[in-house]
């Protein structure tokens, strides 16, 4: 015979009582509504706090990769040093634990120029080994170049920003100008496709071509490039990784002395991950408020429905039954309220999430987010943890309501209509 312990026969009987009580029906519908309202907004907030931060952490390191090796001299000026990037080197640098890829860059500050315009801007040259995985992800017009490390056509990939500011097209020839110690230096380059990440710091600088054009432009040999960029195989695992690169690579030097010098991208751009951080403060202060909403609700429900059973709990008493075994009633019955709000909260809640990712409907301004739409994240281990953690919480808070049926005498009780 299957043992079921009192409480909980007592609770399910409660529960599949279909009486129309008129002041406990409701009560325990507020409850419900109230634990469901906010286990939703828990996982909606959780939600759009996780995709906000790793649309925002991706864009970033889109174009700044995870960690960056170069000149020393170039950490300590505003100007761009040369460093000696081999194949050799870059094969240690692909080798050492944490690193998933390794890529040459180099930069070069022009200046882009039409009849009627011209505008400042920094040309990044990549080669064939570069990451275009978040490149072709932002491509709105056109396509992404060939880049090349032995010759060039002088492809150039600009941002929609510049496109918009100087009126250009795919397809267009634009000339761009190089200020060097005692000369300027032109070069026609042909727009391939534009680009849109709706990051003011990148969309209004960085336009992207082959890394043998920046290397001509510069006037720097084959092996020489601004850095290399380094991607990692796990974000979380960011610093002990930097701390592998800087062991290896740190106070080394190429075959000219210049000194080789490690960067990752949290020290390259802390203001945007210290801002990011931030957000995590607004996660929390909205979950202990809708805890406290679910609690509360559950706590007036919980006294609505012992006072209303009253002369029940007389009656149980008289029977015999001790207060601890009543109040482990009333817990159990409680518990099955949460599960249903829990239930109808999960339902809704990632119901909006996945209509979000499906559809969009939630717009952004762009300017201001950085994102045209507000990015959603689903993540099964936190939604269980939510789901566990509103239970326990809302269960812990009415321990105390519970203790009512102590003063319930069964005398005056079962007097009760």
């Known amino acids: 015979m299957k043992y079921i312990s009192f409480p909980l026969y007592i609770a399910q009987r409660i529960n599949g009582d279909n009486d129309d009580k008129q002041v406990s029906r409701p009560a325990i519908r507020i409850a419900t509504i109230g634990v469901a309202i906010g286990l939703a907004v828990m996982i909606v907030t959780v ?13 970033v390191v889109g174009f700044g990769s995870h960690i960056q090796v170069q000149n020393l001299f170039t ?22 634990d944490g690193v998933r890829h390794a890529a040459r860059y180099t930069m070069a500050q ?48 600009i941002s929609k920003t510049m496109a918009d500011k100087l009126l250009l097209k795919t397809g267009e020839r634009v000339f761009a100008y190089f200020i060097g110690d005692d000369d300027v230096r032109a070069r026609r380059f042909t727009i391939t496709g534009i680009y849109q990440t709706n990051m003011k710091r990148f969309d209004d600088l960085f336009c992207l071509t082959d890394i043998y054009a920046a290397r001509k432009i510069n006037g720097w040999d084959t092996d020489m490039c601004s850095g290399a960029e380094l991607l990692v195989d796990d974000f979380d695992r960011l610093e002990e990784t930097s701390l592998n690169v800087v062991a ?7 075959g000219q002395g210049n000194s ?14 210290s ?10 202060i909205i979950l202990a408020l809708m ?3 679910a609690g509360f609700t559950m706590i007036s429900g919980l006294l609505i429905i012992i006072l209303e059973r009253t002369q029940m709990i007389g009656v149980l008493k008289a029977l015999g039954a001790r207060n601890k075994t009543i109040r482990h009633t009333f817990l159990w019955f409680a518990v099955f309220i949460i599960g249903r709000g829990l239930l109808w909260g999960n339902i809704v809640g990632i119901g909006i999430v ?24 689903l993540s099964v281990p936190i939604i269980v943890l939510l789901n566990v953690a509103t239970l326990i919480i809302s269960v812990l808070a009415l321990i105390a309501p519970s203790f009512l049926v102590s003063h319930i005498h069964p005398a005056r009780s079962m007097r009760y209509e």
């Not at 000026?77 to 990037?85: A, E, G, K, L, V």
């Not at 040259?125 to 056109?142: N, R």
């Not at 996945?354 to 994240?377: C, H, I, K, W």
């Open 354 to 377: 996945v209509l979000q990712q499906l559809t969009g409907f939630v717009r952004l301004d762009a300017q201001t987010y950085y994102v045209s739409e507000a990015p959603m994240e």
């Open 291 to 293: 805890v406290a909403v």
């Open 47 to 59: 939600s759009v706090v996780m995709g906000f931060k790793h649309t925002i952490r991706d864009k």
């Open 260 to 273: 080789y010098a490690t960067q990752n991208i949290r020290e390259a751009y802390p203001q945007v991950f």
């Open 75 to 96: 950490y300590t000026s505003s100007n761009t040093y040369p460093i000696c990037m081999g194949d050799s080197m870059l094969e240690v640098l692909g080798g050492i």
């Open 248 to 254: 290896q690579v740190n106070r080394t030097s190429d």
């Open 110 to 157: 022009g200046i882009l120029k039409t009849d009627d315009d011209f505008l400042g801007v920094v040309f990044k040259g990549v080669g064939p080994e570069y990451d275009t995985t978040f490149l072709s992800e932002c491509i709105v017009d056109g396509e992404l170049p060939q880049f090349s490390d032995t010759a060039t056509t002088y492809p150039l990939l």
């Open 275 to 284: 801002w990011l951080e931030l957000l995590d403060i607004n996660v929390w």
